[in-house]
């Protein structure tokens, strides 16, 4: 047991300040979940963030692609089984030991590819199947391709992408805004500036110190907070200080009322400019001409340019070269309120966001598709940062862990990797009573390093304290260092 600590700023209980370790693996003592047999198709980025965490989390796993270099690293980092071959062939899915599998994800860079594997394997074997379809042609038919193929998931990672930039732009003082509860609560990420009321303060005081629209107390919750490379689930007495990264969480109003009680800037940007006309730009136009913010897209090739003119007749297309400073002035960089580079090149992308926050106050998130050099990337300020292989990841991940889960009293409606994944929020469907319904937080033995930080009941979204309880047909989240969660039991000490 832990001591518990009163916290008015959040109306929570949440146990002291753990800082997290780098890797660390923590066994579940609740659920000893057997690791299903899964087939990877495809060793590109997104195959390879799979491998790595699937592998980990004790799933046996056999990859297939037609380039056996691409699949020899992964064999070396991984205890995985590699087999060479077109993975839409029946006889290369049986060599694979499609009869025995609980899952086959498809994740060429074929949308038809991965739709033909994932519909051999449901023919031939009895498992699950996930397809990665990036098209927009496709992704306009995803429940009518789901329920017809009979696919667990389809899954676009280029969309997915320009969700999570649209909901940052729509708070552009946050480094990360995620959403939880179908909408209806979020958790942002900020650094703590220079003169904010909050260098100082401890966690205790944010409700009394901090006063909301309407005269509101602070209804919201510090999760996390990393100061110096480390992360902490912080106590009711952890004083904050200029230049932490705090996530908290609030429901979606509360959210912006909060940011402005601290006086950061809570409305949505009015302009945008977005460098690479690839399919992330078309997504990410769509979002945010709907939100009513306008749009232009510098794009070098002129074909793409054209039909680009055609689909968002609403945006401002550009033909040029987005990489050049001058037209890059001339389009008015200096002036714009938000900028996304989305070419398919990380280094332009980088190089594009280290230029804007030199010539423009901009609000800019930079996407990055790989994960080499990673200190220095964290070393460099690039504002907002997206990765594509991790959204589409971390949403296959979660529904394998729900699949894992053999007690079947819950589900995770949503997993998100927080602080280079050294700490999980999770989303719990509690769908029948077991040991953590109907008993106050309070009387609970919980992990340390772990937070409950909201519960939403039929829509409501309940920042909990220790008098608060779990019912059945609630969602909760979990904030902790632990990895591994599979069911809401697992929050409880052994």
């Known amino acids: ?181 179908q909408g209806k609560a979020e958790m942002a990420k900020f650094r703590i500036p220079e003169g904010c009321i909050l260098d100082g303060m401890t966690i205790m005081n944010l409700s009394r110190k901090v006063i909301m629209a309407r005269d509101k107390k602070a209804n919201i919750i510090v999760c996390a907070i990393e100061r110096d490379g480390e992360v902490y689930i912080p106590s009711g007495n952890f004083e904050m200080k200029a230049g932490d990264i705090i996530s908290f969480v609030a429901s979606s109003k509360n959210t912006r009322l909060f940011m402005e009680a601290i006086g950061m800037k809570s409305g949505r940007v009015k302009n945008t400019m977005i460098i690479g006309g690839g399919r992330a730009a078309y997504y990410l136009a769509i979002c945010l ?41 001339e389009e008015g960089i200096e002036y714009a309120e938000s900028f996304v580079p989305l070419t398919g090149i990380d280094e332009e992308n980088i190089l594009l966001t280290l230029y804007a926050k030199q010539v423009s106050g901009a609000k800019i998130i930079t996407k990055i598709n790989r994960i080499t050099f990673k200190d220095v990337i964290n070393s460099l300020d690039l504002g907002s940062v997206v990765y ?32 280079d994944s050294r700490v999980e929020a999770i989303e719990f469907l509690v769908e029948s009573e077991s040991a953590v319904t109907n008993i106050a937080f309070k009387d609970l033995a919980l ?11 039929r829509g409501r979204i309940i920042i ?24 809401i039991l697992d929050i409880l000490e052994a």
């Open 289 to 329: 001409l709907a939100a009513g913010i306008e749009v232009k897209i510098i794009e070098n090739n002129p074909a793409r340019c054209e039909e680009l003119s055609v689909l968002l007749p609403k945006a401002v297309i550009i033909n040029g070269d987005g990489t050049n400073e001058e037209l890059l002035k």
């Open 1 to 181: 047991m832990f001591a518990w600590i009163h916290v008015k700023s959040a109306g929570t209980f949440f146990n002291s300040p753990v800082p997290a370790e780098r890797g660390n693996t923590v066994k579940n003592s609740k659920s000893e979940n057997k690791g299903l047999n899964i087939i990877i198709v495809g060793c590109g980025k997104v195959g390879a963030a799979l491998t790595e965490q699937l592998s980990k989390e004790g799933n046996a796993i056999t990859l297939i692609d037609k380039k056996p270099q691409k699949m020899q690293a992964l064999e070396g980092l991984y205890d995985v089984l590699t087999i060479t071959g077109n993975g839409a062939s029946y006889n290369v899915q049986q060599e694979a030991g499609i009869e025995d599998a609980d899952l086959i994800i498809a994740v060429t860079n074929s949308d038809e590819l991965n739709l033909l594997c994932c519909t051999i394997a449901t023919q031939v074997g009895n498992c699950a199947a996930i397809a990665r379809v990036r098209s927009p042609e496709y992704s306009a038919e995803v429940e009518y391709l789901r329920g017809k193929l009979g696919l667990a998931m389809i899954i676009n990672p280029e969309l997915e992408t320009a969700r999570e930039a649209a909901r940052i732009l729509s708070l552009p003082t946050a480094l990360e805004v995620n959403s939880f509860a």
């Open 388 to 419: 594509p292989r991790y959204i589409t990841a971390e949403a296959i991940i979660a529904y394998v862990r729900a699949k894992k889960n053999s007690i079947a009293s819950d589900k995770i409606e949503t997993l998100y990797h927080m602080f």
């Open 447 to 457: 992990k340390k390093q772990l937070l409950v930080s909201f519960i939403n009941r």
């Open 464 to 487: 909990p304290t220790g008098q608060d309880c779990i019912r059945v047909g609630d969602t909760v989240m979990i904030v902790t260092t632990h990895t591994g969660f599979h069911n």
